[in-house]
């Protein structure tokens, strides 16, 4: 019996915390409450005689008060008539009675979910300590009376008073309601002259009742919304004024000399077709456009190390032409102020050989030379700074 008890409670335990995981993400919070409960069942003192000869009625009356979701406590009064029974006589004889128990209750369905909140069934142990007392046992004074070989083992005297150690387990409807239906189990514990019969072994008594109660004062609501104000750090853009270098054109006229070389390769002399020389003749060219009354001579070489003085001639010369077109066609310089010039290979500006493949670019007058002032500016950028701000938190309070 007490091993089937055990099993159907874990397993009721351990399905309804389960079932908890998913019901108390949004459902109301239950918090204290108060409640009065009347029970009715079948009782049982245990004795040397089958069970059903034994059932007797039993009632209840209790007052209980939960201080949280899992603990309670509860004042239990019940009793009514108990009976006991002498197999060899085939005689049974009764008695009245009454227990007054002070009992803790603790909620296992709420201990073990992952919130305080109500389920469709709870588990709950119930345990104990009071008083029991038992009287009117005339039932036994009689039997001792046309027994005597009874006397040994009855407790007639009217002294039947007994401690009363409870231990319980209770099934429980949803607790957010006003009323709930109850199954409780109590195995209660007394002194050995509870049942009038002398064993030398504290009695049992084992009762059973479906209880109806009716829950007050409990409070049971729905969260509202109320507005907290919290401080964090943040990172935050703010102006911020930094100081830069910058530079300013400055142009001036100096009286100068150029003397700008554009380099050709061997067997060059088409200036169109001569690589690298494009950006040596542009350069040239916005030169000598800072210049308004500046005459430029546009003289060709080669070099005396390859070919022979024949072709050299005609390779210097066409190279010199060449870089005029480009200067007057290409890049708009007056043809008044360039003359063209060639030198063969009978002069050689440079040492090394293949450097003589050349045109050298002269002239004399006044250039507008551009130089740079470099100087500090104020410039208005931002910046990223760690500030505490406060914020508004909306938090659900029950």
Same mark, same amino acid.
């Given at each position: ?162 401690? @009363? ?9 949803? %607790? *957010?309601?006003? $009323?709930?239906?109850?199954?409780? &189990? =109590? /195995? ?123 072709? @050299? ?9 060449? %870089? *005029?077109?480009? $200067?007057?066609?290409?890049?708009? &310089? =007056? /043809? ?63």
């Amino acid at each position: 019996m007490k091993k089937l008890l055990s099993l159907a409670a874990l397993s009721l335990l351990l399905t309804n915390t389960v079932t908890a995981q998913d019901h108390c993400k949004n459902g109301p919070k239950l918090k204290s409450y108060n409640y009065v409960e009347v029970q009715g069942g079948m009782e049982w003192t245990t004795t040397n005689a089958k069970i059903d000869k034994l059932l007797s009625p039993i009632g209840a009356v209790s007052f209980g008060h939960y201080f949280s979701p899992v603990v309670g406590a509860r004042l239990h009064v019940s009793g009514l008539q108990a009976k006991g029974r002498f197999e060899s006589l085939d005689k049974d004889y009764k008695w009245n009675f009454i227990t007054t128990d002070a009992d803790l209750m603790l909620n296992l369905s709420n201990l073990f979910s992952c919130c305080n909140y109500s389920h469709p069934v709870n588990v709950i142990l119930v345990g104990g300590i009071g008083l029991a007392n038992a009287w009117k046992n005339d039932d036994m004074k009689a039997l001792v009376q046309t027994n005597p070989g009874l006397a040994p083992l009855a407790w007639t005297s009217d002294n039947r008073l007994s401690h @009363n150690l409870r231990a319980g387990l209770r099934l429980e409807t949803n %607790v *957010t309601k006003p $009323l709930g239906l109850s199954l409780e &189990i =109590d /195995a209660n514990s007394m002194d050995d002259r509870f049942n009038s019969k002398v064993n030398d072994a504290d009695d049992w008594m084992i009762s059973g009742m479906l209880g109806l109660s009716y829950r007050f004062g409990y409070k049971n609501t729905k969260p509202r919304q109320v507005v907290r104000q919290v401080e964090e750090e943040v990172w935050v853009d703010v102006p911020d004024t930094i100081t830069v270098k910058e530079k300013r054109p400055i142009v001036k006229e100096e009286q100068k000399k150029i003397n700008e070389v554009i380099f050709f390769e061997i067997r060059e002399s088409d200036a169109n077709a001569a690589q690298g020389t494009e950006k040596a003749i542009k350069d040239v060219a916005d030169l000598m456009k800072t210049s308004e009354d500046a005459k430029f001579t546009v003289t060709g070489y080669a070099d005396k190390g390859t070919g022979n003085p024949k072709l @050299n001639k005609m390779y210097a010369q066409k190279r010199a032409e060449d %870089v *005029t077109n480009k $200067l007057i066609n290409e890049h708009g &310089i =007056d /043809a008044s102020r360039i003359q063209s010039d060639s030198k063969g290979d009978t002069v050689q500006p440079f040492e090394e050989n293949d450097k003589n493949r050349c045109v050298i670019i002269t002239g004399e007058g006044t250039f507008k030379v551009t130089t740079y002032e470099e100087y500090d500016t104020q410039k208005v950028t931002t910046k990223k700074v760690k500030k505490t701000v406060t914020r508004d938190v909306i938090e659900e309070v029950y």
